[in-house]
């Protein structure tokens, strides 16, 4: 057996080789893109043991299918994970967790710093079937546990936190709820497993938007939530049921892009903290949002429990929404889109990125100002990032009598 999960292998290597010894054919170096809907059976037994799971194998599309189950065990060894099901999409895999796993009369702790659509489910979609969802102040841990221990069937965690990048200790967090009676679900997108692994940190079970940095190339939607065995085999039931399936080709896109994580998450890191030092000491900026600075609320914690501090970080301007208009456009090296983790830097301000289904209102209330810019570091040399938002922000400087 070539790659697979061993102890002596390091995380790059099971980046590249983890998963997928028995779905290489026929002296193939990549796995396949199989397109099949149906799986065909002479063996009637057979057949019946494969669709009662008693059994290896693949009967229907909807189900399972080779070439995503490759991407889901890559995902499980890359997270230390005991099972992994993926979904089409992020949302479908936060969702369909979150539906799975709660019943009326539940109640959810979180984090006001949720991703906006992770916040509508916990504002507006679990209301209406009685589940009640408790958003705590983010970094206050005391606030968290007290929500915690009055009760609580889940208590879900971003760390690092969408947009404003702030750090939770997962490991105090997650021997608190367990004490509780509570499991722990940790969305990892911004970390990624290169970076952070919250299951070995005390966390149940990962959530990760595949899109983003797993896939790394915007190509390609894809979710996928790893940890105990029992609770996956549950929240798969569910998407087996409700449909949400993430398509072959798509599994394919993001296993490509797997291959390269460790490479791509290891130099945006190193650039997102060159970048975020500049603009640390640049008379535009009012503040930076990122756990690689020494100044940043959650310095000490992020250096505990990540490897590295992730290739986004977020920055608000002088000069409010006026100076992200005059900002955003001028920036050479930025896609303006509402994406992140991809090969190329992307950019822009929540209102239309990560919290566009909420109101200015509602955003301000999240401590989310509308002068916030979010942008996720590429793979580009750091010093061309940094001498396009120089002259960007020169610009800004000077249209709007910007002093320091």
Not at 141 to 149: C, F, G, L, S
Not at 215 to 233: M, T
Not at 298 to 312: E, L, P, Y
Not at 345 to 365: D, F, K, M, Y
Request: aromatic share 6%; charged share 15%; with cysteine.
């Amino acid at each position: 057996m070539r790659g697979g999960n061993t102890p002596t292998t390091h995380l790059g290597t099971r980046a590249v080789w983890g998963g997928e010894d028995e779905y290489l054919l026929q002296g193939a170096t990549q796995v396949p893109v199989v397109h099949s809907v149906g799986y065909g059976y002479d063996d009637l037994d057979e057949w019946h043991e494969v669709a009662l799971g008693t059994r290896p194998g693949h009967i229907y599309g909807r189900n399972t299918n080779p070439t995503v189950h490759v991407f889901e065990e890559k995902v499980r060894i890359l997270e230390g994970a005991q099972a992994a099901t993926s979904f089409s999409t992020g949302m479908a895999a936060i969702s369909n967790t979150l539906f799975t796993l709660l019943r009326p009369g539940d109640r959810v702790v979180s984090l006001v710093d949720t991703y906006g659509g992770t916040n509508k489910i916990f504002s507006e979609f679990l209301p209406n079937f009685g589940i009640h969802a408790s958003l705590c102040p983010t970094t206050n841990h005391a606030w968290i546990i007290r929500e915690v221990q009055q009760g609580a069937k889940i208590l879900y965690l971003e760390s690092p936190t969408n947009p404003t990048l702030k750090i939770v200790d997962l490991r105090q967090l997650a021997d608190a709820a367990h004490a509780a009676g509570a499991l722990v679900i940790v969305d990892n997108t911004f970390a990624t497993p290169i970076n952070q692994q919250p299951l070995a940190l005390g966390a149940d079970l990962v959530i990760h938007s595949a899109t983003k940095f797993l896939g790394g190339h915007a190509d390609a939607l894809g979710g996928v939530v790893c940890g105990n065995a029992d609770l996956v085999q549950q929240i798969y039931h569910y998407r087996e049921i409700n449909g949400a399936t993430l398509h072959p080709m798509s599994a394919y896109l993001l296993l490509r892009g797997m291959k390269t994580l460790h490479l791509r998450v290891r130099q945006q890191s190193a650039s997102a903290l060159k970048i975020a030092s500049m603009l640390a000491n640049h008379p535009a900026i009012d503040q930076v949002f990122y756990p690689g600075l020494p100044d940043h609320e959650n310095h000490a914690i992020a250096k505990k429990q990540m490897r590295d501090f992730g290739g986004v970080l977020s920055f608000s301007l002088k000069g409010g929404f006026d100076a992200v208009r005059l900002l955003l456009p001028r920036l050479h090296y930025a896609h303006l889109a509402a994406n992140l983790g991809a090969v190329e830097t992307t950019a822009g301000p929540p209102r239309t990125t990560s919290h566009v289904e909420l109101t200015a209102e509602e955003r301000a209330a999240l401590g989310i100002p509308e002068s916030l810019v979010r942008y996720s570091v590429g793979i580009e040399d750091a010093a061309d990032l940094i001498a396009d938002l120089h002259q960007g922000l020169e610009r800004v400087t000077h249209e709007l009598s910007i002093r320091s």
